[in-house]
Each structure stands twice: as C-alpha cells, then as structure tokens.
C-alpha cells in the first residue's frame, strides 16, 4: 500500500506463510521421529522455523521503532490478532480439560471403572504443584508491576519487574522439568498418563514461549526502542502471561487438586 494513503499499513511480509509450513514440517518431523525414522528433517525444519520467527519478530521491531508503519489502526489489528490467538489457545486447553472430564467422571471399565486407574499414584497438590502455582501467580503480579511502572515512567522498576518475571518464569519450568522426571508414571499409563503430561507438557511449552516473549519485550526496552507510549510487544506480553496464569490455576485446581 502507498505511503501516502490515509490508512498505510506494514509492509508484505515472507515470514508468516514460511513460519506456517515450518511450523507444519516440525509436526511432520516429530512424527518421524516417533516412527524412529531419520531426525535430520525435524532438526532442519526447527531450524527453518527458528530463523523464521526471529526475523519476523526483528522486521516487526523495526516497523514499530524504526520505521514508524504501527499507526493506531495497525495497532488495533495486532491487539485484535493476539485477542483472536488467545481465544484459539483457550480452546486448543478446552480439548484436553474435555478429554480429562469424559475420562475422569465415568471412568470406563478398560480402566478399572476407577479414577485415577489402579496403580497410578498422582501427584501430591501441596507439594511441587502448590509451589509452582505461587511462582506463577508471583510472576503475574511482577509483569503487571512492570506494566504499570512501564506507564509511570520508572525505567528501573520496569527492568526490575520484568527480570522477576522471567526468572520466575525459568524456575517454573525447572520445577516441572523436576516433576517430570520424579513422576511414578509415563505418558504411556493409560488415559490417565496421556492427558495428565499432554495438558501440563503443552502449558509448559506456553510458559517456554511467554518466558522468551518477555525476554524480547525486555530487550526492546533496554534498547529505548519501546517506551510509554509505544510499549506494543510488551502489553502482548503481559497479555500472553496472564493467559498462561489463568489456564494454570484451572490446570491445577481440576489435574492437580481435583484428581486427587
């Protein structure tokens, strides 16, 4: 679209249709992987993807900061993108709560008409969950902390509040990578074993993603390329990050609590 026009949009960009079939081939891979086929392709296409993402992320960057194409119309379709991606991701967790809940409350008698089957012992909630519940909790307070000293204009508080959050982010993940490998049972233990790793695996992998979505936010802070009135990649952020909270206190009350 011409620079002149009243309503100038970003530029075309190659990477989000490349990102999509990079996307699709590490799923492909994966796959392969699971049949014991070769790993060069998975290891290929999640290269393919990585450099993909990064320079998507660094042309966004430079459109917002550099090059001034995020007007306010081409603010609101992001904000309304990552509303659309956070409805999308709220149902993709829908699914395995709805496959736990069909499991869980009339357990079938290929599994003992008992629930959790016989022989799984699940985690105890007062331990390592409760813990990794308060982490997360704690790094949603220390991101809307960062937000609104963001808008205040304290630039220390902002730093401060944003390493809190990834470091508390980092030390969930180092929690459940610990629970993981202390667990009493496999992915492969029933229907039990499957939803149990599949919901709590694919939150981890979202707090993975949200952790390095802050690491961006903060960096583009530190570089003066955002500030309070500009701050577009670190709203998302917070936004993702409250998203990744919510979805942990269902996963903990209903997987973690209730299942007990």
Not at 106 to 130: D, Q
């Amino acid at each position: 679209m011409k620079k002149n026009h009243p309503f100038h949009l970003v530029s075309n960009s190659p990477w989000p249709i490349l990102t999509s079939f990079a996307i699709m081939n590490v799923l492909i891979g994966s796959v392969n992987v699971f049949y014991k086929k070769d790993e060069w392709f998975l290891f290929f296409s999640f290269t393919i993807l990585s450099l993909s993402v990064f320079q998507w992320w660094r042309d966004v960057k430079r459109e917002s900061s550099i090059k001034g194409d995020h007007t306010i119309v081409v603010k609101k379709m992001i904000k309304m993108g990552m509303i659309l991606f956070i409805v999308s991701e709220v149902m993709f967790f829908l699914s395995f709560f709805w496959s736990f809940f069909h499991a869980s409350l009339a357990p079938s008698v290929e599994i003992g008409l008992k629930w959790p089957p016989k022989g799984i012992v699940p985690f105890n909630p007062m331990e390592i969950p409760l813990l990794n519940t308060i982490v997360l909790l704690s790094s949603g307070a220390s991101i809307t902390w960062a937000h609104q000293s963001l808008l205040s204009k304290n630039f220390k508080q902002t730093v401060l509040s944003m390493l809190i959050t990834i470091k508390l982010g980092i030390y969930f993940s180092i929690l459940q990578w610990w629970e993981y490998v202390n667990a009493s049972f496999t992915i492969s233990d029933s229907i039990f074993g499957s939803t149990f790793f599949l919901t709590t695996g694919f939150h981890g992998i979202h707090v993975l993603i949200g952790t390095a979505f802050i690491m961006v936010a903060l960096q583009s802070i530190t570089s003066l390329k955002s500030n309070m009135i500009n701050h577009l990649s670190m709203e998302l952020s917070a936004w993702y990050w409250h998203f990744v909270d919510v979805v942990w206190l269902f996963l903990y009350l209903v997987i973690y609590w209730w299942n007990k």
